[in-house]
């Protein structure tokens, strides 16, 4: 077993404060959290509020004392959580250090049991802007087992200082269970325990046992480590990523499993399921419950008209046509929004109710993307996505669409535009390598010399323009406008909307043809 360094620990943290300032790390609640902060002005509110009233002999006065009291109380043993719940860590060559209110406690990297890594998104008007950073360790101390969290708000253009430690914990955790597999002996995480040649899993009071020969494919969706099995098109074991050794689970079977093999092209099969969207629970119980409400208004409307005395009241009948109404139209509303939509491994598939389409990768040759954020009084109120995918056939286009709104963006849904894009992407680089027009968007085209572009005006287009890729300074979007810039020139020289078809094709190919330009030539995305 590797030691940490010999050395006192005053002398060891004063050693890695000076080498290494950033390694450093800080844990727990702030001192300036907004309730713990809100609490102390309250206090001091009722308190002030309760020496005035005093001074004015109220008799409310002792009520906004105790009140004060009360708070005060509160704000204390707010003070009391949050200082026991602040810890630093210190990072050592081969393990750490953590000091909190119980002194500072010394731990080797062989001392680590458990890891696990997740992340908590977080979201303004629809934009990712930070994210929570969860990396939870579970180390051996004697007998005992102790739970450390390191939570960090990151924002997403910052680096994580702590990545380099995370990947060293990792890494070693892979390893000794590599090493233990080897021997016979089992690596164990949360809920599961992988043996040499099976996984076996604990969910509820149910134990199952999968041979590691049976199972044929592993990767991380929805926040779910997702493991399929052969012949099966939908996932036999979905793991929270945030489960303890999950990650490393995921690089040991990615090594263990055979992969099946290729599927022949089927109209029906589209391979194993990645993930899935599908009606909220509420939408699912209204989908069946308003027809029946529905029913009920229309049986009292019906025996309303037919029997004279039960709408001797006035309004009675109006009463139950505008219930039969909204019942009516609410139900129509969900029942719009009932949509089951599957991304497979070979292509998409929609279903509603008893009718469903589906469409292959190979098949597409058109594909449109647009998120468009609503507003209600200035307030955003959701952004609306919508994915639309197209194939030829002899008669009228093939076409899937799929359309959602929701409050944060859909990572899921943004990883399968860029895969859909870039398949697409490759046929039209196919296309343009073989000295041929591409089609881009009605205005932009792909010619073997640069960009045609036809910009567009009240009393149709213009003339086309062509733009060198020599030319081509750089591109970025903005506000669902995408812009293209040159050399020496201050504003954009093409602009385009985002949420034309094949305009996210077109960028990938944009992309990989001004990459492929002599060395020197600089391509810049500009804010």
């Known amino acids: 077993m590797e030691c940490l360094p010999v050395a006192t620990m005053e002398s060891a943290l004063h050693f890695l404060d ?87 406690r010394e731990f080797a990297d062989e001392q680590i049991i458990c890891a696990s890594l997740s992340h908590r998104l977080h979201f303004n008007q ?41 990947d060293r914990v990792h890494q070693f955790l892979y390893e000794r269970a590599s090493a233990g597999l080897r021997d016979s002996e089992p690596f164990e995480g949360e809920g599961w325990t992988l043996n040499a040649t099976s996984l076996v899993v604990r969910q509820k009071r149910t134990e199952q046992s999968f041979e590691l020969s049976d199972l044929c494919a592993v990767e991380i969706f929805d926040d779910h480590l997702c493991v399929w099995q052969s012949g099966q098109d939908e996932p036999v074991l979905r793991i929270p990523v945030s489960a303890a050794n999950t990650r490393v689970l995921q690089r040991l079977l990615s090594e263990r499993l055979q992969p099946r ?42 025996g309303v008209w037919l029997i004279p005395a039960l709408g001797a009241r006035p309004g009675v009948q109006v009463a139950i046509l505008i219930m039969l109404g909204i019942a009516l139209l609410s139900w129509l509303i969900v029942l719009s929004q009932a949509v089951e939509f599957r991304v497979c491994e070979h292509g998409v598939r ?37 994915l639309t995918f197209c194939a030829p056939t002899e008669g009228k286009p093939k076409t899937l669409s799929y359309t959602k709104t929701l409050r944060n963006a859909d990572l899921e849904l943004e990883n399968l535009r860029e895969h859909v894009s870039e398949i697409i992407a490759q046929r039209m680089y196919a296309d343009f390598a073989a000295q041929q027009p591409v089609t881009w968007t009605d205005s932009l085209r792909f010619l073997p010399e640069g960009v045609e572009y036809r910009a567009r005006t009240l009393f149709g287009r213009k003339a086309p323009v062509l733009i060198p890729f020599s030319q081509i ?28 078809p094949n305009f996210f094709p077109g960028y990938h190919l944009l992309a990989r043809v001004l990459a492929s330009r002599p060395t020197g030539t600089e391509v810049q995305s500009r804010p």
């Open 473 to 500: 300074a750089g591109f970025d979007s903005d506000n669902g406008e995408f812009h293209l810039w040159v050399h020496d020139k201050k504003k954009p020289i093409a602009k385009e909307e985002i949420n034309k």
């Open 350 to 386: 929609r279903k509603w109710l008893f009718w469903m389409s589906q469409l292959r990768y190979s098949q597409m040759n058109s594909f449109t993307y647009s998120a468009v954020r609503q507003y209600v009084k200035g307030a955003y109120a959701g952004t609306r996505f919508s």
């Open 261 to 302: 093999e290729q599927e022949p092209p089927s109209e029906e099969r589209l391979g194993r399921i990645l993930f899935e969207r599908k009606p909220d629970r509420a939408s699912q119980i209204c989908v069946w419950l308003l027809p029946v409400l529905t029913l009920a208004a229309g049986l009292g409307l019906l």
């Open 126 to 166: 629809g934009d990712l802007k930070s994210k929570t950073r969860v990396f939870e360790l579970w180390v051996e101390q004697g007998d005992t087992t102790e739970h450390l969290q390191l939570s960090t708000k990151l924002n997403i253009h910052t680096t994580d200082l702590l990545l380099h430690f995370i």
């Open 18 to 104: 000076s080498a290494h300032m950033n390694h450093r790390f800080q844990f727990g609640y702030s001192w300036f959290e907004w309730w713990f902060l809100a609490l102390i002005v309250g206090t001091l509110g009722l308190a002030g509020g309760g020496l005035y009233l005093l001074v004015m002999r109220e008799s409310a006065a002792i009520w906004c004392l105790l009140a004060a009291g009360v708070a005060l109380f509160s704000t204390l043993m707010s003070a009391l959580l949050i200082h026991r719940s602040r810890f630093q860590v210190v990072i050592a060559p081969a393990g750490f250090y953590v000091t909190d209110f119980k002194g500072t």
